[in-house]
């Protein structure tokens, strides 16, 4: 090998060429071709690459480094190509390490680390250029979803090298979407993710995440909130009295009402027949004075939004002023205050006494009436049965309708 005095180089004529490891990832990985080291390298655009050619147990040969179109780019410590983006790091015996600021994606490629020895060595380093997505955007097919109903949304990552990955979180649980990945004309990548499901009130403001997933970013993501409507939960309260409602008692009952949108209409109505005259609705609220036993029933509060409907019940019973007609247990919720139940299988037993009571009744009279059943007997044209002929017969019949003492009939 010589090197001529104005710089040019004598190269040789035969390569001995063993492939580098083909890079994955963004570790770097070791390539050997007999005592020749270099590494793959991932770096991102704009930053800087570093490429170290290692030689173990040199000998004194030369070391050299070619770019892609194995242009010579340093020949030990002489930089050949005019490109001031690489810089010498460190050159000795063991090792030639050069850096490329400014990395562009036209800088992609295999680079080769050259030792001059017989037969002469090669090793690959391949620099890989990463490019970062733009920011994720969510776009969802409506601005607002009806308890029930499915939402759409999608996710896009855009102008990325290599694709990019996305994953969906809705609160603390992740969600699968369907990718779609289009490659550009300038060999980049937009990746867009489609996710469906259907919503509950529970949804209502909870956050969905679009996580995007690429070796040159990290805790890349999008969020928006969702925001669902649904129709209102109606519960009445009792704002007073605090026990059992009594005659003259004044009550109050409140009607709560949660939904989204708020609920525009509240109103009371009691079923089946009209609110008492001088009863009070002031907003939510319905005011009775003077409890009586007139009032007994149940009341009933409506609340309506955009979505639809609701109600609750509250069932009033006024019980007497003296404390005699209080029950043992009463229900705190609609229907307080309300008489216990009749105890229907004591009826039920009273009513079956009854029945066997007249079927025994009936059954003794068929008895008796069956045992004192009468005959009829009759003597009429008694002397009928003892002639000698027909005639003789007739005429004792006839003979024996003058003897009206010996024609009597019996019927018991």
Not at 289 to 312: I, P, Q
Not at 370 to 393: I, L, P, Q, S
Request: include cysteine.
């Amino acid at each position: 090998m010589a090197i001529t005095g104005n710089g040019s180089l004598a190269t040789l004529l035969f390569l001995f060429v063993i492939p580098a490891a083909l890079h994955k990832g963004a570790a770097q990985y070791p390539v050997q071709s007999q005592n020749l080291v270099t590494d793959n390298v991932e770096v991102m655009e704009g930053d800087v690459a570093v490429i170290s050619c290692r030689v173990k147990n040199n000998d004194d040969s030369v070391i050299q480094l070619l770019n892609p179109n194995r242009q010579t780019i340093y020949f030990r410590d002489v930089r050949p190509l005019k490109d001031a983006r690489f810089q010498l790091v460190n050159f000795s015996d063991n090792e030639l390490r050069v850096s490329l600021s400014n990395v562009s994606l036209s800088d992609e490629g295999r680079y080769v680390c050259q030792l001059y020895t017989d037969p002469p060595q090669e090793a690959y380093a391949d620099i890989t250029v990463l490019i970062p997505p733009g920011n994720p955007i969510i776009e969802s097919r409506e601005g607002q979803v009806i308890e029930g109903n499915e939402t759409e949304m999608t996710c896009t990552a855009m102008g990325s090298k290599p694709a990019a990955t996305i994953r969906w979180m809705k609160g603390d649980k992740e969600l699968q979407g369907i990718s779609k990945v289009e490659e550009t004309y300038d060999h980049m990548f937009t990746v867009t993710s489609q996710l469906r499901f259907i919503v509950t009130k529970e949804d209502d403001g909870v956050p969905v995440v679009c996580i995007v997933d690429h070796p040159a970013v990290k805790d890349f993501q999008a969020l928006t909130y969702l925001v669902v409507h649904y129709k209102p939960e109606v519960k009445i309260i009792v704002e007073f009295p605090d026990g059992l409602p009594r005659e003259g008692q004044n009550m109050e009952l409140s009607c709560q009402a949660k939904g989204k949108p708020h609920p525009q209409q509240i109103n009371w109505v009691k079923v089946d027949d009209d609110l008492p005259s001088h009863a009070l609705i002031t907003g939510p609220d319905l005011y009775i004075e003077n409890l009586n036993k007139t009032y007994n029933g149940t009341y009933r509060c409506f609340a309506a939004n955009s979505v639809g409907e609701s109600y609750d019940d509250y069932i009033l019973y006024v019980y007497d002023t003296t404390p005699s007609a209080e029950p043992a247990a009463h229900d705190s919720r609609a229907g307080e205050g309300a008489p216990r139940a009749v105890d229907h299988a004591v009826i039920g037993g009273v009513v079956a006494v009854v029945v066997f009571a007249m079927l025994c009744l009936l059954i003794i009279l068929g008895r008796y009436f069956a045992r004192h059943k009468g005959t009829y007997f009759t003597h009429e044209a008694k002397g009928a049965d003892d002639a000698a002929d027909a005639d003789t017969a007739i005429i004792n019949a006839e003979g024996g309708h003058n003897n009206s003492d010996e024609k009597k009939e019996y019927y018991i």
